[in-house]
């Protein structure tokens, strides 16, 4: 057990297991979140050969009545524990409610504990062994270049899901967070779109993607939950997704989900049961959200400062010096957040050769335009290719609905999705998209567009899309009867997002863009997964699905 004084005057802490204890863990918790001079991240690292039992483990804490409450909360996310590494996270207490705003702005609101918690085999996931040794009992060792805590500013370039996600990420870990973005208000990019649906991806052969998506889900779920209003800002109602030829990915889950991982693979993902049709597939934990509430959210902390009409077009790098930390250790020289960095770079952001912001660090988070704010930060002037993907959804009111409509009970999604009965500023709402075009880079609104929204509802929800042709057969009329709303989402060539250090630049300029179609599910994770690496912390993901995001993959 650590002792609490062992920790005390640390910004963040790891605690290891080699075989995860679930008494001992509780226990940490309750000093942890128990003693006033905690740090104020805990990390715990664990391995367990099997899964974690929800019943199982409440009633080994039975016993100990002052575990009790956080036994529940660690119950309430013991499902969908397949092998691989799992970052459960959980408030300062047993009390997982959503903060209301009086607490959110409390400093012990953001007390936060991460459980990284690898099931399976030793044999079956050697990386685990390497995670041990790089995170043992103790600091947090961020990395030789991380500026010192003094110097903890940076700038974001974008104010959408992976923009406020990794303002969100760093602010909780004291960074002070400047977030500029060109529209005048938060989420005016892809992020505005009105509703979308979060849905783990699933292959046969459980590819990076499938993995990185249920990593992603976990971590939307737990966020939602913790900022947003059930049922008006978003709902867990579980999506039916199809899987329709042509048009989706072949295939549905892996073998092993039907033999020896059926139980705890059903949490994610199943066969949908009758009357749905054969080609339908059940996500218990699917979602549907409405991002720009989200983003609000993840954007109301003190240490974050956001500024609208921000039309940043260069980046510049005024300093580039080299400091020496010291050489006599000292009780706060020995806590790596009170280390000074051995280079530091200063950088100005800039709108017509007027300075917006200055800080440390940069992310650039926006969309199709971080290609363009890349190049004038690079030695040679080259940036990644990102190509813009624009979307177009349609939507109309519930109230103007045909009696007796067919309405699928949960979301639907396969090809394009459909969600009914969502708040908007009008009343009740249905929506069905979105178009995925790789020619028009802007987003302006197309009528062909919405007879394409059609034909996709057509192939998903055949009765429901019969129930409104009436209303797609207004679109272009003087009083339309079906809206619509378009954004422009970016991606890069292998379709996965480009997350790290920006190369063939000085220290200092990082991204968090191209998250495709997948920015609902993905967006959150990788603002997690840069701010894990830049505090060296234990990664949120396996090391392996890490490298995949990198985004100095391309270089040459």
Same mark, same amino acid.
């Given at each position: 057990?650590?002792?609490?004084?062992?920790?005390?005057?640390?910004?963040?802490?790891?605690?290891?297991?080699?075989?995860?204890?679930?008494?001992?863990?509780?226990?940490?918790?309750?000093?942890?979140?128990?003693?006033?001079?905690?740090?104020?991240?805990?990390?715990?690292?664990?391995?367990?050969?099997?899964?974690?039992?929800?019943?199982?483990?409440?009633?080994?804490?039975?016993?100990?009545?002052?575990?009790?409450?956080?036994?529940?909360?660690?119950?309430?996310?013991?499902?969908?524990?397949?092998?691989?590494?799992? $970052?459960?996270?959980?408030?300062?207490?047993?009390?997982?409610?959503?903060?209301?705003?009086?607490?959110?702005?409390?400093?012990?609101?953001?007390?936060?504990?991460?459980?990284?918690?690898?099931?399976?085999?030793?044999?079956?996931?050697?990386?685990?062994?390497?995670?041990?040794?790089?995170?043992?009992?103790?600091?947090?060792?961020?990395?030789?270049?991380?500026?010192?805590?003094?110097?903890?500013?940076?700038?974001?370039?974008?104010?959408?899901?992976?923009?406020?996600?990794?303002? $969100?990420?760093?602010?909780?870990?004291?960074?002070?967070?400047?977030?500029?973005?060109?529209?005048?208000?938060?989420?005016?990019?892809?992020?505005?779109?009105?509703?979308?649906?979060?849905?783990?991806?699933?292959?046969?052969?459980?590819?990076?993607?499938?993995?990185?998506?249920?990593a992603g889900l976990r971590l939307m779920e737990q966020t939602m939950r913790l900022l947003l209003t059930e049922g008006v800002d978003w709902g867990c109602t579980g999506v039916r997704e199809r899987r329709l030829p042509g048009k989706?990915?072949?295939?549905?889950?892996?073998?092993?989900?039907?033999?020896?991982?059926?139980?705890?693979?059903?949490?994610?993902?199943?066969?949908?049961?009758?009357?749905?049709?054969?080609?339908?597939?059940?996500?218990?934990?699917?979602?549907?959200?409405?991002?720009?509430?989200?983003?609000?959210?993840?954007?109301?902390?003190?240490?974050?400062?956001?500024?609208?009409?921000?039309?940043?077009?260069?980046?510049?790098?005024?300093?580039?010096?080299?400091?020496?930390?010291?050489?006599?250790?000292?009780p706060q020289t020995t806590n790596p957040d009170h280390l000074a960095n051995t280079s530091a770079s200063k950088w100005q952001i800039l709108q017509g050769g007027k300075v917006l912001a200055e800080s440390s660090r940069v992310v650039?988070?926006?969309?199709?335009?971080?290609?363009?704010?890349?190049?004038?930060?690079?030695?040679?002037?080259?940036?990644?290719?990102?190509?813009?993907?624009?979307?177009?959804?349609?939507?109309?009111?519930?109230?103007?609905?045909?009696?007796?409509?067919?309405?699928?009970?949960?979301?639907?999604?396969?090809?394009?999705?459909?969600?009914?009965?969502?708040?908007?500023?009008?009343?009740?709402?249905?929506?069905?998209?979105?178009?995925?075009?790789?020619?028009?880079?802007?987003?302006?609104?197309?009528?062909?567009?919405?007879?394409?929204?059609?034909? $996709?509802?057509?192939?998903?929800?055949?009765?429901?899309?019969?129930?409104?042709?009436?209303?797609?057969?207004?679109?272009?009329?003087?009083?339309?009867?079906?809206?619509?709303?378009?954004?422009?989402?970016?991606?890069?060539?292998?379709?996965?997002?480009?997350?790290?250090?920006?190369?063939?630049?000085?220290?200092?300029?990082?991204?968090?863009?191209?998250?495709?179609?997948?920015?609902?599910?993905?967006?959150?994770?990788?603002?997690?997964?840069?701010?894990?690496?830049?505090?060296?912390?234990?990664?949120?993901?396996?090391?392996?699905?890490?490298?995949?995001?990198?985004?100095?993959?391309?270089?040459?």
């Amino acid at each position: 057990m650590t002792r609490r004084n062992a920790w005390h005057g640390c910004n963040s802490w790891c605690h290891t297991q080699a075989s995860f204890d679930e008494l001992a863990f509780l226990a940490l918790w309750h000093d942890w979140a128990a003693d006033a001079a905690r740090p104020a991240h805990l990390h715990v690292v664990a391995h367990t050969t099997q899964p974690l039992k929800a019943d199982a483990l409440l009633t080994t804490a039975a016993a100990h009545p002052e575990l009790l409450s956080f036994a529940q909360q660690l119950a309430d996310q013991c499902w969908g524990l397949l092998p691989g590494i799992h $970052r459960l996270r959980f408030a300062l207490n047993g009390d997982a409610r959503r903060h209301t705003t009086a607490t959110s702005q409390n400093s012990h609101s953001h007390a936060r504990l991460s459980l990284t918690l690898c099931v399976g085999q030793h044999e079956d996931w050697p990386e685990f062994a390497d995670v041990l040794r790089a995170h043992p009992t103790g600091l947090c060792t961020p990395p030789v270049d991380a500026p010192a805590l003094s110097e903890r500013t940076v700038t974001i370039i974008g104010a959408g899901i992976a923009g406020a996600g990794t303002a $969100r990420a760093l602010a909780e870990r004291g960074w002070q967070v400047t977030v500029l973005d060109a529209g005048d208000a938060p989420a005016a990019g892809a992020s505005g779109l009105p509703v979308g649906v979060v849905a783990p991806h699933t292959s046969h052969d459980d590819s990076g993607v499938s993995r990185l998506s249920r990593a992603g889900l976990r971590l939307m779920e737990q966020t939602m939950r913790l900022l947003l209003t059930e049922g008006v800002d978003w709902g867990c109602t579980g999506v039916r997704e199809r899987r329709l030829p042509g048009k989706t990915r072949r295939g549905g889950v892996p073998l092993s989900w039907l033999h020896e991982h059926t139980h705890t693979a059903n949490d994610w993902t199943h066969k949908a049961p009758p009357p749905a049709p054969d080609d339908a597939y059940w996500h218990p934990h699917g979602a549907w959200l409405r991002p720009a509430q989200l983003v609000r959210a993840l954007l109301n902390h003190p240490n974050i400062r956001w500024q609208g009409h921000a039309k940043v077009d260069a980046l510049k790098c005024i300093t580039h010096e080299k400091h020496k930390a010291s050489n006599a250790p000292t009780p706060q020289t020995t806590n790596p957040d009170h280390l000074a960095n051995t280079s530091a770079s200063k950088w100005q952001i800039l709108q017509g050769g007027k300075v917006l912001a200055e800080s440390s660090r940069v992310v650039l988070a926006a969309g199709p335009g971080s290609a363009a704010l890349i190049a004038t930060a690079t030695e040679d002037g080259c940036a990644p290719h990102i190509n813009p993907l624009r979307g177009q959804v349609s939507w109309g009111l519930m109230a103007d609905v045909p009696a007796g409509a067919y309405m699928p009970a949960t979301p639907v999604n396969g090809n394009g999705s459909f969600v009914h009965n969502i708040t908007s500023p009008d009343g009740p709402a249905w929506y069905t998209g979105a178009t995925y075009d790789r020619i028009n880079g802007d987003a302006r609104l197309l009528d062909a567009d919405h007879a394409e929204n059609l034909e $996709r509802l057509q192939a998903l929800e055949p009765d429901t899309a019969a129930a409104l042709a009436p209303l797609f057969a207004t679109v272009g009329t003087d009083a339309p009867r079906v809206h619509g709303w378009a954004g422009v989402r970016c991606g890069v060539h292998d379709r996965l997002p480009m997350t790290g250090r920006v190369p063939n630049t000085p220290e200092g300029v990082y991204m968090n863009a191209a998250m495709g179609s997948r920015g609902l599910t993905l967006g959150l994770l990788c603002g997690e997964l840069l701010a894990a690496q830049w505090h060296g912390e234990p990664l949120p993901i396996e090391a392996r699905l890490a490298k995949f995001l990198d985004a100095t993959r391309f270089k040459k």
